[in-house]
């Protein structure tokens, strides 16, 4: 390039199309294309749907008990929950695994995680914070100060071509109104407002957050106030 005089991109968008695809090769004949206004990569606007669902998080404090760390799995599992249902999904799969302090040594270690597959592949808080529940029990161990605990849903499909169960008893379409009806209003009202009784009341195990910088431009609590001294007016800066 040097040797060509070729210093800059736009040299470089003169040179013909021949002599870069023959020395640069075929990328480099789409550098070449693309400068020149000719688009070789298509453009996606619109994000695929996951494969894979994960929600987890490190403890403020470190949880001891069953029903602190069952509300914090409950929580994790509600949010896959509802990311499934905005790309209209239905998980097939969930996992869920907890674990100590690996940076206390003086403590004891533990890390266990269980996974379940569902009867019927599905987007429900209820249902998905049931398996959930019973998948805990089974890993969940007494004397242990849980740090860090997570839920993955997996073996997603879209929610029109779900494989039923024969027996399947669970009433699909009320869990789905109440979904909509939940989803419409945290939409509206915020998130969280309504939610499940098994997250609990008072998160004891959320991280600290007195650090955590406002959010000036999505939260009207946190939008910047402007005050003039008293008997002086506000001076504009151009």
């Known amino acids: 390039m040097q040797e060509k005089g070729i210093v800059t991109a736009y040299d470089f968008s003169r040179l013909p199309q021949t002599w870069v695809k023959k020395i640069l090769t075929v990328e480099g004949e789409k550098t070449w294309m693309e400068l020149n206004g000719k688009p070789c990569i298509s453009l996606d606007v619109q994000s695929p749907d996951k494969k894979s669902i994960t929600s987890s998080r490190s403890f403020g404090d470190m949880v001891t008990t069953f029903d ?7 929580t994790f599992t509600s949010h896959c929950a509802a990311r499934l249902r905005r790309q209209k999904s239905c998980a097939g799969t969930l996992l869920v ?16 995680s269980f996974q379940v597959e569902l009867p019927v592949p599905t987007n429900s808080d209820m249902e998905l ?7 805990l029990r089974r890993i969940y161990r007494d004397g242990i100060a849980y ?20 027996f399947d008893e669970v009433d699909r379409a009320r869990h789905r109104k109440l979904m909509d009806a939940v989803d419409t209003i945290n939409r ?3 998130r969280d407002q309504v939610k499940l009784a098994a997250r609990g009341i008072v ?21 910047l106030h402007v005050k003039a001294d008293e008997g002086l007016p506000l001076k504009k800066e151009y």
Request: net charge positive.
């Open 203 to 223: 998160s004891r195990w959320k991280p600290h957050n007195e650090y955590l910088s406002p959010c000036y431009t999505t939260n009207f609590k946190d939008i």
């Open 129 to 135: 914070v049931h398996y959930a529940n019973l998948s």
């Open 188 to 190: 509206k009202m915020g």
């Open 68 to 74: 602190n760390l069952s509300e914090a799995v409950a």
């Open 147 to 166: 740090k860090r605990a997570g839920v993955v849903v997996s073996r997603i499909v879209p929610e029109e071509n779900i494989q039923m169960n024969l």
């Open 97 to 112: 695994y907890i674990q100590s302090n690996r940076f206390r040594t003086e403590m004891e270690q533990y890390v266990n």
